[in-house]
């Protein structure tokens, strides 16, 4: 199997917790995509996936999967023993509203804030980021205080839960633990929420958080990300 992603982004990290769960980490090829040139903007890339984002996961009769939710469904499922998605109707319920609910009142917000308040990935995507739209820093401003809320929510539910769907580590889980982390690179801080900060340093030392591939970006994409301008 092959998976398409950039090492050390968020929603490769989502993948790559998943890939080291299952303990597949040895039947995974990583094909690298530049974002930072708008690679996956590009014809080649939209011919697998027409939404132009990462990552992708390419089986190997060719059949390309694409989106989060959907790849770790494949790569949980693949042995029959799910410990990521659920196993029976009401957990996967329960852990696909929880998901859903991650996406929406946490990460969601963050992507924007990064992408309309931040310098983001540069000027190459640009143009899908509405460089031009007088009202990028209001919407920016507001998708920050609507993570903000999010952050609240959980923080709610981290009080009396050690973990959002079920009694261990699912994929909402993985969602909001890395989202907390894209939220500090967009410049938003946990300082006001005690128990997701002491739940994320926990979430940290899980074996298939701490082992996995690519935490951080390349240092060669590093060099070549732009100066982040005062986020929203």
């Not at 790559?16 to 995509?33: A, F, N, S």
């Not at 899908?128 to 609507?146: I, K, N, P, T, V």
Request: hydrophobic share 45%; with cysteine.
């Amino acid at each position: 199997m092959k998976i398409h992603d950039m090492a050390g982004t968020a929603n490769a990290a989502r993948i790559r917790i998943v890939v080291t769960g299952k303990g597949v980490d040895d039947q995974i090829d990583y094909v690298p995509v530049d974002l930072l040139s708008a690679e996956q903007k590009q014809p080649a890339f939209l011919a697998m996936n027409p939404i132009g984002k990462t990552p992708l996961l390419e089986l190997e009769d060719g059949l390309i999967i694409s989106e989060c939710t959907a790849i770790t469904e494949y790569l949980d499922n693949a042995d029959g023993n799910p410990v990521f998605t659920g196993s029976s109707p009401r957990e996967k319920a329960v852990i696909h509203m929880m998901q859903r609910r991650v996406e929406q009142l946490v990460l969601e917000p963050v992507d924007d804030l990064f992408h309309y308040g931040t310098a983001g990935l540069g000027e190459a995507l640009a143009p899908w980021r509405l460089a031009d739209w007088a009202g990028r820093q209001d919407w920016a401003e507001r998708r920050g205080r609507a993570a903000v809320q999010g952050f609240a929510y959980f923080e709610s539910i981290i009080r009396r839960e050690p973990f959002l769907a079920q009694d261990s580590f699912t994929m909402p889980d993985i969602t909001l633990y890395i989202s907390l982390g894209f939220a500090e690179v967009a410049g938003l801080s946990l300082g006001k929420f005690p128990a997701l900060s002491e739940w994320r340093a926990k979430i940290e030392e899980l074996p298939a958080v701490a082992n996995r591939s690519g935490k951080s970006l390349p240092a060669e994409v590093i060099a070549r990300l732009p100066r982040h301008a005062a986020p929203a």
